[in-house]
Each structure stands twice: as structure tokens, then as C-alpha cells.
């Protein structure tokens, strides 16, 4: 028996049969194009370099504890930022040219040459650093999808380098137990999809492709992110058990499944999805939610090496919106920081992201890639079910400034012949200011969703990523639930929804307070909504009314966790 | 501009760690910056070339800036080798 320990993206137990999944060769089939596509293959160069920089950064954090792997990604990130690399591939493109992908081939080549021509051992052998970022570059543009795969048993776990989100999709319909990956990344499309599919997931185990092989017992468990290879009896029937207990609880809350989220004393709650990407539509749909509360639509443009077209956002967008049918699908708009588009929208750095150029701030700034993003949900909207709401909104005005764009767009559409329909307009509730206005919003919006995560963050002044400062990121701070109660009975006030779409929405710690505190409507990852719907029904909604009066006069994050956690009606739900 | 003359200490010489430290350190800066070695002269912001130029210990190299902010540049990068890039 050996244990090998990783990183779970997503949780739960799996054994079975290990099936090795083999990196396919990178094959280049295009070498070169013409004149008139130069233009396209350098930007698709840009995107390709940008998102392998995003997924090293990513890599770079979670490797915080280990120095040795962190110079490594280091270095492979100053290989991708190199100013001589930069120009070598473009010119390759632009005077012989190639195909983005031919060209980063010949360029690594040469450097690999270079290297290995040295006498001196060490600076020679660093030419393994320049193949493994044209292979992470190369496999990233190629895109590859693999074949043969129809042999899979259901139960099966899969253990190969990386995964891409299409393989993942189509081997999760062949009912596969887990993954065991070397490499990967916490939200990787992959791991989101395997989360929202209840398919346990371990990644970071750099043993797989010299000690794994096909065909050999293997136990994932996703809660620790450990990986037994050839269990022993004793550990296998352990297992045995967790997994029967996990498959009792599933069915359990199967149950559910057509059941409706009513609290106790007959209180409704809406249940909705959130989604970030089209394939996570399975999971919605499995789980039965009122929909969709929350689709992020900046996967849309991070994970693309182009700007996303109106067609292409369009056919999404309505896509999503048939599926979900007859429910409705609130779509948010794009929602990043500058720092994470930079090679797309040309921006310059900023020193403070979380306080700058972000959300509607820059949807404002890039304007016509606004525009564009708006005439799509604008047309894909001629059912009627798609709501749309704006991230990072400060106060009233900007949502103003946004009304009048949406009717600029639509008078676009109407000079095009395009049909359309309005749909209804909602904010984001995650800047104080905000909050403390909702009386003010709740007048013009036709709905309101509060994202906890950067409520907490601006309430506190607590970077989210900062190590540092994470004792005082508390998300039942007074301050902070104060600001949820004072939007929901403005909500109510002007007789309009509120949902709370963060992460505090999905944990049982916190739901009962948040329905007493006046939310009526929550949106979490399609995973998690049976669990919740179970816990739903369990609670009554006026004892928790009066709990959530209470807690708001309290002092501290502390004493409200101890209240709370006095009601213990989450312990058997965690 | 700003030439100077430079040992490496570091019984490692410019690996991996080192060049990207100087690389990310160099590219602070607005001024060109290259560094020579026998007859070669690199980019002093590419990490390839900085890798390439293969420096040992006890490798003599010249570092050359030309811009506005050259002297801090020099500066700075003179500190980076004094330190033996913390090693």
C-alpha cells in the first residue's frame, strides 16, 4: 500500500480501477497562414501567453509553502514574460508566417538547442524548463481533446497529467469514480466542473506518471486530498464504509430532489444555481434549482484566446437560457479586475486592483466591449427569462449610466432589424456604499443580489488573498450582517427579490440567519442545493426571524458564531 | 549609459533562481540593460539570455545600462550580485 497526498478540488471518496489516460503527442497540423490572419494568430498568442501566466500565478499561490516549486513557476513565468521570446514568436508570425503554434515550436526548439549545446551541465539540463512552457503553451492553443475512451467503466478513476474541461465532461457521462491529476489548478474549468458534478478530484500528485499505472486498485478521498495505491484490506474496508455512508447521504438527499424548499412553518425560499461555464448546465439541471441566480460570464473571456463576438455570446447565452427554461437565468456582467485582462484590453497595471479599474468600473472604461456583451443578452433575451445585473456598483448613478447604455444598444439592435427584449436589471449588493443606499437602488432595480465575499472584504478592509490579514476576514462580522438586513427590508420595502449569491448562501452555518434576516432567495453551486433544500426544510423561518434580531445587536463575529451555533441545526448538515 | 564590471560570487553562478531574481529586478526599471560576457552581450530582461550566457562562478561580466533611472538600475543590480542573490 502506498499514500501519496495532493490537492482536492473536489470532494468526496472514490475506489476503483486506475485507467491512465496518456498525454497525446502535440501534433501540429497548421504550420502556416495567410497575410490577412496575422492579425488573429497574434492575439491568439497574447491569450495563450496570458491565461498560461494566470494558471502559473494560481499555481504560484498555492505553492506558497514550498520554495523550490515556487521559483520554478517563477521562472517559467519570467520565460513567458521574456521581451526577446515576445518578439521572436511575433515576428515568426508576422514576416514568415507561421501559425502561433508552429511558431512557439520553432522558437523553443532553437532555445532548446542553444541550451544543450553548453558544456556546462546544470545551465544545459535548464532546457527542460523551456520545454515544459512550450508543451504548457502548445497543449493550452492546441486545445486537445482525445479519443478511444468509450472502454470506460463507469466507477473508473482516471489518472493522467491534466484534464481538459470537454474530455472531463464526456467522461463524466461515462459515469467515471474520480480523477487523480498531476497537475491542475484549484478553479480550473475542470475543477469547476467536477465540483458542481460531485466527482471527487485530486490534483498535484506528482507520482502519477512514473508510479501510477493502468489497471491498479486505487482510493481517492477528496475530503483530505489523500490517494491510496494498492490498498490494504483494513484501509479498503474503511473506505468501503465512508463511501457506503457517502452514498447513503446522496441518496438521502435524492429524496429532495422534487421536494420544495419550504421552511418548516411553510415560509418559500427560491433556490438557484450558480454558474460559470455552459457545461456546468448537467449539474443544473440534475439538482432541479429554480434556475440560474448567478451565471459569471467572465469565464466567456478569460478561458477564450479572443474577444468572445456578439454571435458567439449570443448563442451562449440563449443556449443557457432554453436549458434552464421555464425558470430564469440571471446573467452578471463581466466581472474581473483589469490585472486579469490585461493582454486582452490592452490595460496598463494598477497598484491596487481591488479598489480599482473592476467590475462595471471597467465594463465603463472598455465600453464598446460592454456594448457588445449587452446587444448579445439584449437579443438572446426574446423569451423573456433572462435578468441581468451589474457587478461593483457603488451607488445609484452608475447604475443609471448602464440604463442608459442598454437603451443605446437597443436602439442599435432596432437599426439592425435585430428583435430584442428588455431585460429585467438588477444590481450587485458588495460595496458598502451600496448597501447603505439600497433604499435609494431598491426604487430603480427591479431585484438585488448580495455577493458576501466582497461585502466582507470592503466592510472589513480585509484582502481576501492576503494570508496576513485572514483572521479578520469574518464573515459574521455585526457590521456586515447589518448591512445584509438593512438591503433586505429595503428589498422588501419596494416589494422586489434579494438574493445572497457568495459563498456564505452555501454554508449551513449561516443560511438560517440569513433567511431570518429577510433574504429571499439564495444561489449557490448547483452541488450544493439539495443540501440546502434539506436544511430548509428543517428550520423555522419565524424562530429564526427573532435569532436574526437578536444576533444583529450583538459585539462581535465571535458572539454571533456562539449564538448560532447554539440553534446547532447545521451539525449533522456539514 | 553605465558600464560595469562585475564578478560572480555565487558558487551556483547565474542558475535558474539568480537570473530570474535579476531579470524581475531589471525589468523594474525603464533603462535598456544588457549584460556581456567574453563577446556576448544579452538582453539583460530576457531570462533566456541571461540563462544562456551561462555564468559560473568566478565568471568576470559587464553590466550596462542606458536610460533614465540607469544609476539605481546599476545600482541595484550591483547590490543583487553583492549578496550573492541571497544564497
Redesign the interface.
Known amino acids: 500500500m502506498q499514500v501519496y497526498s495532493g490537492l482536492a478540488t473536489s470532494h468526496g471518496i472514490a475506489i476503483g480501477i486506475s485507467r491512465k489516460i496518456l498525454r497525446e503527442p502535440l501534433e501540429i497540423k497548421q504550420t502556416s497562414i495567410t497575410p490577412d490572419e496575422i492579425t488573429r494568430e497574434l492575439q491568439r498568442f497574447e491569450a495563450g501567453v496570458e491565461s498560461i501566466i494566470l494558471e502559473l500565478d494560481e499555481l504560484i499561490k498555492l505553492y506558497s509553502h514550498s520554495r523550490d516549486n515556487r521559483d520554478i513557476l517563477t521562472t517559467h513565468k519570467m520565460i513567458l514574460m521574456d521581451p526577446e521570446f515576445l518578439i521572436r514568436v511575433r515576428t515568426k508570425i508576422t514576416k514568415e508566417l507561421f501559425t502561433t503554434e508552429h511558431a512557439i515550436q520553432q522558437h523553443f526548439a532553437e532555445v532548446v538547442e542553444l541550451f544543450q549545446k553548453m558544456d556546462n551541465e546544470y545551465f544545459a539540463q535548464r532546457s527542460a524548463d523551456y520545454k515544459d512552457v512550450s508543451d504548457r503553451l502548445l497543449s493550452h492553443l492546441l486545445n486537445k481533446s482525445s479519443d478511444s475512451l468509450d472502454s470506460i467503466e463507469a466507477g473508473t478513476i482516471i489518472i493522467s497529467d491534466t484534464i481538459s474541461p470537454s474530455l472531463l465532461s464526456r467522461l463524466i457521462q461515462q459515469n467515471i469514480g474520480g480523477l487523480c491529476l498531476e497537475r491542475g489548478t484549484r478553479n480550473s474549468h475542470s475543477s469547476i466542473i467536477a465540483r458542481s458534478m460531485n466527482v471527487p478530484m485530486i490534483i498535484n500528485v506528482p507520482q502519477v506518471s512514473t508510479e501510477f499505472a493502468d489497471g491498479q486498485m486505487m482510493i481517492l478521498d477528496g475530503n483530505t486530498g489523500t490517494v491510496i495505491l494498492h490498498p490494504d484490506e483494513a484501509t479498503l474496508q474503511e473506505y468501503q464504509k465512508k463511501l457506503t455512508q457517502q452514498q447513503h447521504r446522496r441518496d438521502k438527499l435524492q429524496e429532495m430532489l422534487y421536494e420544495s424548499a419550504v421552511t418548516s412553518d411553510g415560509h418559500p425560499v427560491i433556490l438557484r444555481s450558480n454558474i460559470e461555464i455552459p457545461e456546468e448546465m448537467t449539474a443544473v439541471l440534475d439538482a432541479n434549482s429554480d434556475g440560474i441566480g448567478l451565471f459569471r460570464t467572465e469565464f466567456l473571456f478569460m478561458g477564450s484566446n479572443h474577444l468572445p463576438s456578439e454571435q458567439e455570446q449570443y448563442n451562449m447565452y440563449r443556449s443557457i437560457a432554453e436549458q434552464a427554461a421555464p425558470h430564469s437565468v440571471t446573467i452578471r456582467t463581466i466581472d474581473v479586475g483589469g490585472d486579469k485582462l490585461s493582454a486582452l484590453l490592452n490595460l496598463d497595471r494598477e497598484s491596487n486592483p481591488n479598489l480599482g479599474c473592476r467590475g462595471i468600473r471597467l465594463s465603463f472604461a472598455k465600453e464598446e466591449v460592454f456594448r457588445v456583451q449587452i446587444r448579445a443578452v439584449l437579443r438572446a433575451n426574446i423569451t423573456g427569462s433572462i435578468k441581468l445585473m451589474f457587478p461593483m456598483i457603488s451607488g445609484i448613478g452608475e447604475f443609471r449610466k448602464v440604463k442608459d447604455i442598454i437603451v443605446q444598444c437597443g436602439a442599435e439592435l432596432d437599426d439592425r432589424g435585430e428583435p430584442w427584449r428588455m431585460p429585467d436589471l438588477g444590481v450587485m449588493i458588495e460595496v458598502p456604499s451600496a448597501a447603505l443606499t439600497a433604499d435609494v437602488l431598491a426604487k430603480e432595480v427591479a431585484f438585488m443580489s448580495i455577493g458576501t465575499n466582497d461585502l466582507v472584504q470592503y466592510t472589513l478592509a480585509v484582502d481576501r488573498d492576503n494570508d496576513m490579514v485572514e483572521a479578520y476576514y469574518q464573515t459574521a462580522h455585526p457590521a456586515v450582517l447589518r448591512l445584509i438586513e438593512h438591503t433586505a427590508q429595503q428589498a422588501a420595502a419596494h416589494n422586489i427579490p434579494v438574493a445572497v449569491c457568495g459563498e456564505m448562501a452555501g454554508d449551513p452555518r449561516y443560511l438560517p440567519l440569513l433567511l431570518g434576516l429577510g433574504v429571499t432567495e439564495l444561489s449557490v453551486s448547483p452541488s450544493r442545493i439539495l443540501t440546502l433544500k434539506q436544511q430548509i426544510r428543517a428550520i423555522s423561518y419565524h424562530h429564526w426571524k427573532l435569532v436574526a434580531k437578536e444576533v444583529l445587536s450583538l459585539a462581535t463575529a465571535r458572539d454571533v458564531e456562539e449564538r448560532i451555533t447554539k440553534e446547532g441545526s447545521y451539525d449533522s448538515l456539514r | 549609459m553605465i558600464r560595469k564590471r562585475i564578478t560572480i560570487t555565487n558558487p551556483?553562478?547565474l542558475?535558474?533562481?539568480p537570473?530570474?531574481m535579476l531579470?524581475?529586478l531589471a525589468?523594474k526599471f525603464r533603462s535598456e540593460f544588457h549584460i556581456r560576457k567574453d563577446d556576448m552581450v544579452i538582453?539583460g530582461?530576457?531570462?533566456?539570455?541571461v540563462?544562456?550566457l551561462?555564468a559560473?562562478y568566478g565568471s568576470e561580466l559587464e553590466i550596462i545600462a542606458d536610460g533614465v533611472d540607469e544609476t539605481f538600475l546599476i545600482n541595484e543590480i550591483t547590490e543583487l550580485f553583492q549578496t550573492n542573490f541571497g544564497e
Do not use: D, F, P, Y
Request: glycine share 10%; aromatic share 0%.
Open positions: 551556483l553562478g542558475h535558474a533562481r537570473a530570474t531579470v524581475k525589468t538582453n530582461k530576457s531570462i533566456m539570455g540563462m544562456t551561462a559560473e
